[in-house]
């Protein structure tokens, strides 16, 4: 429930701060007065679009702030938006001179898409032009099944649907013109030779490079290998020798002073170290065996291996990785007919369970299309509409599946608002007092399934007079038993069933215009709606009309209560 809105400098309201309540809240005041103010503020701060023209001339910013109660659905988006929790949700909406806005949550910066995401589970706002929207016929099945709850099988359909429409596409992508196919066969059938006559194997390239540089630097290797050879062992004086002498050297000495055994070992270990690295020397240099024919051959190699690289954009593995897939597709397209037949009878049976589950969709859609009409008549008839006709029109749908996205149904709204005329469509039929009502009636409806506590309804009483406005006054106090409920109006009718009622008046000051937002008491509630009867000549009649029509509101509100 909205409990408090907060509205600096928007439009000609420097500051108002409105405290609502529960049942139901109606706002009044002169065309101009800024009702709709209060409403688009309300608008603004769960997130609808905003421009720098909302905010008042020589303000900086414009700042709307809204207090709710906290309900299930808002604490569970606090949380997995992990926005601490509070007692209260708060939510403000800035918007800067410049046209830039900003958005928090319990004061936490957001987005006005999050913040429009909260809002949907918070109000609902019925504007002056919504009635428009039962003319589109696109949104009649929208309507329906809201109020069949058919969700859980348009989930199920639409995972059926998607599976279906994959598989059509799989179809499709196999199903190339001949031309095409020979052209895609071709490219395959040389990159696949190209690839496999280069016989590519992993680790390839690095030995290659490897031996290369080797090659490359094989005379200063060998030489080297040489010298170090004759130094270690070749030579007449080398290493391993003068190591042995001083071996038996050192153990002559060793016999004579029992200290020197560890040098003697060392010596030794040394002339084993020594022995077996001229070892591996010499079978290096026997194993060296350096071609020019050799080294033109990895050469080559290697340039072939860089061009394909190159060419195809791929390293060593890239390449092994794209010959088999170049195969994998060769083989798809050689056995794309066997596959399209496969594939069409996966089709035809994801067809069959498709239309077997549209038909579940449609059952259920007629079948809360007679409760609709049954209830929309109903309240249509408690809104001074007594020879209202109401009925869904269902059609098939018309293409080679027989169903689309949305099952097998093409859904209209149709009517006769008057006895002794044909059901026709809302768009030719309804005036526009009437597409209020049949939105009311349908609002009302709905609101019984629907978990979001605060409804608004900005001049829902458009084109309307007399019994209608009473009746119409009436059904908003039944819905408010179970919401709050906020309305914007013109009519007395509306404003005497008001459980609060707040009149929004414009004054001058300094040549500037302002606008204050005022919670009526008893008298001043029969000021304004002798003011909705008669104008600003409020004579004892049209006082006397007000405290009548207050009494027989509050006599309406005390039957309606039990």
């Known amino acids: 429930m909205l409990n408090e809105l907060h509205i600096e400098n928007l439009a000609v309201i420097e500051r108002a701060d409105i405290r609502f309540a529960p049942g139901l809240n109606v706002l009044t005041g002169e065309t101009g007065a800024g009702k709709s103010i209060v409403i688009d503020s309300i608008g603004a701060v769960l997130g609808d679009r905003v421009s720098r023209e909302m905010v008042r001339r020589g303000a900086e910013r414009a700042v709307v702030t809204a207090t709710f109660d906290l309900s299930e659905e808002a604490e569970r988006f606090l949380r997995d938006n992990e926005i601490d929790i509070e007692d209260e949700l708060i939510l403000q909406r800035r918007i800067g001179s410049d046209g830039k806005s900003s958005c928090r949550i319990c004061g936490v910066p957001v987005s006005a898409a999050q913040l429009k995401e909260l809002a949907s589970a918070l109000v609902d706002i019925h504007g002056q032009n919504d009635g428009r929207q039962l003319t589109d016929e696109r949104r009649h099945l929208e309507y329906l099944d809201r109020f069949g709850a058919t969700a859980p099988l348009i989930s199920e359909y639409s995972v059926l649907y998607a599976r279906f429409c994959e598989i059509k596409k799989q179809i499709e992508a196999l199903r190339l013109d001949e031309e095409e196919k020979d052209r895609l066969r071709d490219r395959l059938s040389y990159r696949i030779n190209e690839l496999e006559s280069a016989e590519l194997k992993n680790g390839e390239y690095d030995e290659i490079s490897s031996r290369l540089s080797l090659l490359r630097n094989s005379e200063k290797l060998t030489e080297a290998i040489e010298n170090a050879c004759a130094l270690l062992y070749d030579g007449e004086e080398n290493a391993v020798s003068l190591a042995q002498n001083a071996e038996a050297f050192a153990q002559r000495a060793a016999s004579f002073a029992p200290e020197l055994e560890g040098s003697v070992k060392s010596i030794r270990d040394a002339v084993f170290s020594l022995t077996d690295a001229a070892e591996i020397l010499r079978d290096l240099r026997d194993e060296l065996d350096f071609s020019p024919e050799e080294f033109d051959r990895l050469e080559t190699r290697l340039a072939l291996l860089n061009r394909l690289q190159r060419k195809y954009n791929a390293d060593e593995e890239g390449l092994i990785t ?44 007629k079948a809360a299309a007679i409760e609709l009409q049954k209830r929309i008549v109903s309240e249509l008839r408690d809104l001074s509409m007594p020879s209202v006709r109401f009925a869904v029109e269902f059609s098939s749908v018309v293409n080679e599946d027989g169903f689309n996205a949305k099952g097998c149904d093409n859904v209209r709204f149709i009517m006769s608002a008057n006895a002794g005329e044909e059901l026709g469509r809302i768009s030719r039929i309804a005036s526009g007092g009437e597409l209020s009502r049949i939105m009311l009636a349908m609002k009302n409806v709905f609101a019984e399934n629907d978990p979001i506590p605060t409804m608004i309804f900005d001049e829902i009483d458009s084109g309307v007079s007399g019994v209608a406005a009473q009746r119409i006054g009436e059904k908003l106090y039944s819905v408010s038993l179970g919401k709050q409920v906020m309305c914007v109006t013109h009519l007395p009718q509306i404003a005497a069933m008001a459980d609060n009622h707040f009149v929004i008046a414009k004054t001058e000051r300094d040549g500037r215009t302002y606008t204050n937002v005022t919670m009526l008491d008893r008298q001043g509630r029969s000021q304004e709606i002798a003011r909705l009867y008669g104008g600003d000549h409020i004579t004892p009649l049209t006082l006397a009309n007000a405290e009548e029509q207050l009494a027989a509101c509050e006599k309406y509100k005390s039957a309606k209560n039990g």
């Not at 007919?337 to 549209?358: C, M, P, V």
Request: aromatic share 0%.
């Open 322 to 365: 794209l010959l088999g897939e170049s195969r994998q597709k060769l083989d798809e397209i050689d056995s794309a007919d066997e596959t399209i037949q496969k594939l069409e009878r996966e089709l035809a049976a994801a067809r069959t369970g498709l239309l077997n589950k549209a038909r579940q969709l449609s059952e259920a859609r």
